[in-house]
């Protein structure tokens, strides 16, 4: 809305108590009051509603356990320093300098370092599992047998109850007593 269509509108501008009350809805977000003839980007006589930047999803995954996540970037991390120390080595050789002999050496001991790093990751991992369990998801099998087995011990304390009530009447309801 411009200047001349604001002046010639009833009642805008007009305060009405709340601070929020005299602003465009898209002005909101950037806190600028409806007065102000601050230019939009898009054109002055259209108004569109007010739409954030970015919507944010729920994760598709879960996230990694603290110790997995760190041998995890241990490992990224040696593994970009060694990738880096075999370029170094490959461009030193190439060049004929006097480092690429003890560079190559360094990159092997480093290749032996990163294939330790990625083998950490997956130990923690399956350490991690092993002490905390994994989350068994609804088709899972460990699930419908853990399914049985309450309902199993759940039948067995009803039978079990009943065994007890039937042994406090007295044994009233029985038909031989022997």
């Not at 004929?96 to 092997?108: E, I, K, Y």
């Amino acid at each position: 809305m411009g200047t001349a269509e604001r002046q010639e509108a009833p009642g805008i501008g007009v305060k009405t108590g709340s601070p929020t009350a005299s602003r465009r809805p898209e002005a909101r977000a950037l806190d600028i009051p409806a007065g102000s003839d601050a230019p939009s980007g898009r054109g002055a006589a259209r108004e569109e509603p007010y739409r954030p930047l970015w919507v944010e999803e729920p994760a598709r995954r879960r996230r990694l356990p603290d110790p997995v996540r760190n041998s995890a970037v241990r490992a990224v991390l040696i593994i970009a320093v060694t990738l880096l120390q075999a370029m170094v080595a490959f461009l030193c050789t190439l060049a004929g300098s006097w480092l690429a002999f003890p560079m190559v050496l360094s990159s092997v001991a480093s290749t032996v370092v990163a294939t330790w790093g990625a083998l950490d990751v997956w130990v923690t991992r399956q350490v991690w599992n092993q002490r905390h369990g994994v989350v068994s998801t609804p088709s899972s099998t460990a699930r419908a047998l853990r399914r049985e087995r309450r309902k199993a011990r759940r039948q067995a304390r009803v039978a079990e109850r009943t065994q007890e009530r039937i042994r406090r009447q007295g044994g009233t309801g029985q038909l031989s007593h022997s």
